[in-house]
């Protein structure tokens, strides 16, 4: 039986409040497209130590950096805005190491939601803080009635969401208010909303295997297709990792 690859992902952060204690947590959707895909999920909390993280990370065949509440703007000095609602400061510190951990390794990587935004910005990228505001004819990108909500978007035929979805227009789960604004120069767009507002990237560097997705593929609502995105990370990782093995023999 074929070694199966085991793919790290980042988790969600709650703090103390009234008695009860902080915990770590995940929605089920990120582990179980893993483990569907072919994958060994491995959770990995927010630690402050980093000898822990790098030997964590030595063992790991990939990682998927998940989505959740918002980026603090004033980390890369911006002001703070009303619409914004900044993830624990605890996770948000964690998750900026380990993504500049993995982008040092270039490491195979699958960042969705949130987890994009923050591999563009540790890789020289910026944001979008509010849609809203800053791209006033943007379509709805949420609707907070609805975490199922959808839209549509174009992919790029010739990249890694292209080989997944094909030509034409998708349909995707959405539930953020930020985007991309400048893309980082080691990324390339693969998808985009008909309203210009930045879906998927990918890196331009064959060494490096990253894509990224701001819609929400382990959603609920996901379709077979958002299913399949998952199985192209797990096979691209277990490519990789089988080229290594070739390489040191």
């Not at 030595?58 to 000095?77: E, K, S, T």
């Amino acid at each position: 039986m074929a070694q199966r690859p085991l793919i790290g992902l980042n988790c969600d952060l709650k703090g103390a409040s009234q008695g009860t204690p902080s915990f770590c947590y995940l929605a089920a959707g990120y582990f179980d497209s893993i483990a569907n895909a072919g994958g060994i999920p491995v959770l990995v909390p927010p630690t402050s130590d980093p000898d822990m993280l790098e030997q964590l990370l030595d063992r790991l065949d990939g990682f998927v950096l998940v989505g959740g509440a918002d980026l603090d703007p004033r980390n890369d000095g911006y002001m703070l805005h009303s619409s914004v609602k900044p993830m624990e400061p605890r996770r948000e510190e964690f998750d900026r190491r380990l993504a500049q951990e993995i982008a040092n390794r270039k490491m195979s990587l699958m960042a969705i939601g949130v987890g994009l935004q923050l591999i563009n910005v540790i890789q020289g990228g910026n944001l979008f803080y509010h849609l809203p505001i800053d791209m006033p004819s943007a379509i709805p990108h949420r609707d907070p009635h609805d975490i199922n909500h959808r839209h549509s978007l174009v992919v790029e035929s010739d990249s890694i969401l292209g080989r997944v979805y094909g030509e034409g227009e998708i349909r995707v789960t959405s539930r953020h208010h930020m985007a991309i604004d400048r893309l980082a120069d080691c990324f390339r767009v693969t998808g985009r909303c008909q309203d210009g507002v930045i879906e998927g990237i990918e890196s331009i560097d064959p060494d490096w295997f990253v894509f990224g997705c701001q819609f929400h593929p382990e959603s609920p609502a996901a379709s077979a297709l958002d299913i399949r995105i998952f199985e192209e990370f797990v096979e691209g990782v277990s490519a990789k990792a089988n080229s290594f093995q070739l390489a040191g023999s």
